[in-house]
């Protein structure tokens, strides 16, 4: 579900039930892919009863740039275009800590 209409700009603000129906849930995970550190991004399920540490910014700002280096991995490439087209919750575990911690 996007958040989205092909052609239209949005006009209002959107509700928190809204966005809650569009947020998808990814898991990352540090790999190594030709000796070079990576975030590898997995599926899971819904979760509930999380802490959500909220990283907004304009597109090309480095959101998600900054959510891989914290996962192991390393920066996006620069693009003009969104990484994310809907609200995403990315759960990851900073090397080093005990818990998971979803951004």
């Known amino acids: 579900k996007s958040l989205y ?10 509700s928190p039930e809204q966005v809650a129906s569009c947020v998808k849930f990814r898991k990352l995970r540090r790999v190594l892919e030709d000796d070079l550190p990576i975030a590898m991004q997995e ?8 802490k959500v ?14 959510i891989n280096i ?10 003009h275009q969104s990484d994310t087209k809907c609200p995403t919750v990315h759960i990851l575990r ?8 979803a951004m």
Do not use: F, Y
């Open 5 to 14: 209409k092909k052609g239209k700009e949005s006009d209002g603000c959107l």
């Open 43 to 50: 599926p899971c399920p819904e979760t509930h009863g999380l």
């Open 53 to 66: 540490n909220l990283i907004g910014g304009p597109t090309g700002a480095g959101k998600t740039s900054l």
């Open 70 to 79: 914290l996962a192991g991995g390393m920066e996006a490439e620069a693009k």
């Open 94 to 101: 900073i090397e080093g800590g005990g818990e998971d911690i």
